[in-house]
T-cell receptor, first 114, second 113 residues
């Protein structure tokens, strides 16, 4: 595997379920990100991790819980979601947090909340 | 706060025609500028980026963009559109540190045969 991978690619869950999204980067990067992409809205940054420490939580509801056990893996734990949380969730990684550092994106997880 | 405006949510061009996708940003300090492309059911792929130096930046697939500080613009162009260019294009900016990318709303490019 190369680049940034995400699993699962598609997920359907009920509002009472608990599920997790997984992201893995094979680029040797130190920073990882979660974004939410909803229809007709700009991409929204959710969380930023640098060297496994969370450095940004962009006013995300507590029903989304990120976890970064090491610099290669990032999880997004989901519980008691709402239908408006249905979206494409994108993971990205970059070498560091410098503004010039390119973010490389995974293919995303298409989440549908029933 | 930073903002990015992409003029035109949909742009339609004929195959072989010039592609011009517009991007303006709000910043008093020159930021770092990016163009990403997203094909259906895929993530974002970097087309090109401007950090410092030459203001005309060349990217993949024949695309290029010019940073114009006086106009706070970073428009994306390609001399001749190909059917495979049909996708959604996002302009984004980032400041010196923190790497918080702020994205525009995106422009869907349609290429007609």
């Amino acid at each position: 595997e190369t680049g940034v991978t995400q699993t699962p690619r598609h997920l359907v869950m009920g509002m009472t379920n608990k599920k997790s999204l997984k992201c893995e980067q094979h680029l040797g990067h130190n920073a990882m990100y979660w974004y939410k992409q909803s229809a007709k809205k700009p991409l929204e940054l959710m969380f930023v991790y640098s060297l496994e420490e969370r450095v940004e939580n962009n006013s995300v509801p507590s029903r989304f819980s990120p976890e970064c056990p090491n610099s290669s893996h990032l999880f997004l734990h989901l519980h008691t979601l709402q239908p408006e949380d249905s979206a494409l969730y994108l993971c990205a990684s970059s070498l560091g947090l410098a503004g010039a550092d390119t973010q490389y994106f995974g293919p995303g997880t298409r989440l549908t909340v029933l | 706060a930073q903002s990015v405006t992409q003029l035109g949510s949909h742009v339609s061009v004929s195959e072989g025609a010039l592609v011009l996708l517009r991007c303006n940003y709000s910043s008093s300090v020159p930021p770092y500028l990016f163009w990403y492309v997203q094909y259906p059911n895929q993530g974002l792929q970097l087309l090109l980026k401007y950090t410092t130096g030459a203001t005309l930046v060349k990217g993949i697939n024949g695309f290029e963009a010019e940073f114009k500080k006086s106009e706070t613009s970073f428009h994306l162009t390609k001399p001749s559109a190909h059917m495979s260019d049909a996708a959604e294009y996002f302009c984004a900016v980032a400041m010196e540190y923190g790497n918080k990318l702020v994205f525009g709303a995106g422009t869907i490019l349609r290429v007609k045969s």
